[in-house]
């Protein structure tokens, strides 16, 4: 599965878990609208969201580096 880097603002709530609240794309800056699903795996976490564009982004989180990308991306009907 292709990935690609991506920059995102977190958000810790009471128990500590980040959770994601804007991801910034190349110069792209976008808002996370809602987080519609989530899901671990060993090593990753994933966060399926709709952003400010309308459109739904699968992104993962690894859990051993820190570092966030992009798994999919969906565009949002026009």
């Known amino acids: 599965m292709a990935t690609f880097p991506v920059t995102v603002e ?12 804007a991801f910034t794309l190349g110069e792209r800056r976008l808002e996370v609208a809602a987080i519609q699903d989530r899901w671990l795996a060993p090593d990753h976490r994933y966060f399926k969201v709709a952003a400010s564009d309308g459109d739904t982004y699968i992104l993962r989180h690894d859990a051993q580096t820190g570092e966030w990308t992009l798994g999919a991306f969906r565009r949002g009907i026009e």
């Open 10 to 21: 977190c958000y810790a709530g009471y128990r500590g878990e980040e959770e994601p609240r």
